[in-house]
């Protein structure tokens, strides 16, 4: 029998902006590697639903290879704890908020972001929204460490260099 392919949600607040870059991180490190994997993003909330990434959050991924002007925000459903192998949580508000929404049984396992990010675990990714280019730079960054222990977690080893 085949084994079934992992299936990893990254959720933010809006969905506009860390959630989206994190998604467009795995996925291109996913495509690379020829995994086929099962890759989306959602937000706590449901106001930009519909809406494209943040202009500044698809400008800092296309510095980097990566198109995510295709991404459209949506809100978090309870069947994602089911569609879903991993769901990472930005921030400790977005953990908290994906507790609350979580049916009383699931099989998800749900985390925060950072925690699959060797040294970095309990720390949160800091929202860009009211910053500026910088501020997507480090979460861009952040995106791309978080797309690698995904990628460990998972036990793929192959760590070649990344865009």
């Known amino acids: 029998m085949a084994e079934q392919l992992p299936s990893i949600m990254f959720v933010c607040l809006g969905n506009i902006c860390r959630s989206p870059l994190a998604d467009g991180a795995l996925r291109h490190e996913v495509a690379r590697r020829g995994l086929g ?88 990714v800091a929202d860009p929204y009211y910053g500026d280019a910088v501020g997507f730079e480090a979460t861009w960054r952040d995106a791309q460490a978080i797309a690698l222990g995904v990628l460990r977690h998972f036990g793929v080893r192959d760590f070649g260099v990344c865009d």
């Open 37 to 124: 994997w099962r890759v989306d993003s959602a937000g706590i909330g449901g106001w930009h639903s519909g809406d494209a990434p943040d202009p500044r959050a698809i400008e800092v991924a296309a510095r980097h290879g990566v198109d995510i002007a295709g991404l459209r925000a949506r809100q978090v459903q309870p069947a994602d704890f089911t569609r879903f192998d991993l769901i990472l949580g930005m921030d400790h508000d977005n953990l908290a908020g994906l507790h609350g929404l979580a049916p009383a049984r699931h099989a998800a396992d749900v985390r925060l972001a950072l925690d699959l990010v060797d040294g970095r675990q309990g720390q949160t």
